[in-house]
C-alpha cells in the first residue's frame, strides 16, 4: 500500500482482557518501529525490527508486552492481562534508512 | 532527566508571526536530528531532517543543530493556520534507527 496501515483504528478491551495490535508497513520497508502515546506525552520507544536481525526490545515495558514481525512485513503487537496504565496511541512506522519513518495513523486503546 | 526535552506549551501565535520551537538533548552520540508534525488523531510527519551540525532550510521551514550545545532548533516562518499542531523533535545515533522524541510542543496559529 501507499502507507503504513494499522488496525483496529480504536480498541476498547476490558482490564484483564489480552489485545492484538496489527501493522502492515509500506512494502520494501525492511525497519519497522512501535511508539506508544500517552495522553499529552511524547512517543516512547517500545520495540524495533531490522531484516533479519533479533528485533531491540529495549523498550518494552513489561513482559506482558510482545511482538513479532513474520515474513519480514506484518508485524503484530500484543499485550497480555491489559491494565488501565496501557490505554494509549499505539503508532507502528517503517523504514528505509535511520532515519524518515512514516507512521501510520495509530491504534487508539482504551482499557476499562 | 529525560534525553529530550521540549517545552511542551502550547504556543499560540497570531497568523504570519515567526515560530521558534526547541529541544535540548544530552547524548552526545545523536547524529540525526528531525522535527515531525502532528495533527489530531494522525501519525507524526517527517517534516525535517538534519545530519549532524548546521543550517537546513525548506519553504519556510528552517532547522538549526547546534551539537556544541546539545540544541536544535525548528523556525518557521509567516505561519499560518494550518501550521497549528505539535511539533515533536527526534534524534537517533549513527548506527541504530531507534528515535528518541521530545514529548512536544503544541502550536496555534491563530487567524
Known amino acids: 500500500g501507499a502507507g503504513v496501515s494499522q488496525s483496529p483504528s480504536n480498541k476498547v478491551t476490558e482490564k484483564g482482557k489480552d489485545v492484538e495490535l496489527r501493522c502492515d508497513p509500506i512494502?520494501?520497508?525492511?525497519?519497522l518501529y512501535w511508539y506508544r502515546q500517552s495522553l499529552g506525552q511524547g512517543l516512547e520507544f517500545l520495540i524495533y525490527f531490522q531484516g533479519n536481525s533479533a528485533p531491540d526490545k529495549s523498550g518494552l515495558p513489561s513482559d506482558r508486552f510482545s511482538a513479532e514481525r513474520t515474513g519480514g512485513s506484518v508485524s503484530t503487537l500484543t499485550i497480555q492481562r491489559t491494565q488501565q496504565e496501557d490505554s494509549a496511541v499505539y503508532l507502528c512506522?517503517?523504514?528505509?534508512?535511520?532515519?524518515?519513518?512514516?507512521f501510520g495513523s495509530g491504534t487508539r486503546l482504551t482499557v476499562v | 532527566q529525560k534525553e529530550v526535552e521540549q517545552d511542551p506549551g502550547p504556543l499560540s501565535v497570531p497568523e504570519g508571526a515567526i515560530v521558534s520551537l526547541n529541544c535540548t538533548y544530552s547524548n552526545s552520540a545523536f547524529q540525526y536530528f528531525m522535527w515531525y508534525r502532528q495533527y489530531s488523531r494522525k501519525g507524526p510527519e517527517l517534516l525535517m531532517y538534519t545530519y549532524s551540525s548546521g543550517n537546513k532550510e525548506d519553504g519556510r521551514f528552517t532547522a538549526q543543530v547546534d551539537k556544541s550545545s546539545k540544541y536544535i532548533s525548528l523556525f518557521i516562518r509567516d505561519s499560518q493556520p494550518s501550521d497549528s499542531a505539535t511539533y515533536l523533535c527526534a534524534m537517533s545515533g549513527s548506527n541504530t534507527g531507534k528515535l528518541i522524541f521530545g514529548q512536544g510542543t503544541t502550536l496555534q496559529v491563530k487567524p
Open positions: 512506522a517503517s523504514s528505509l534508512r535511520s532515519y524518515g519513518y512514516t
Open positions: 512494502s520494501g520497508h525492511t525497519a
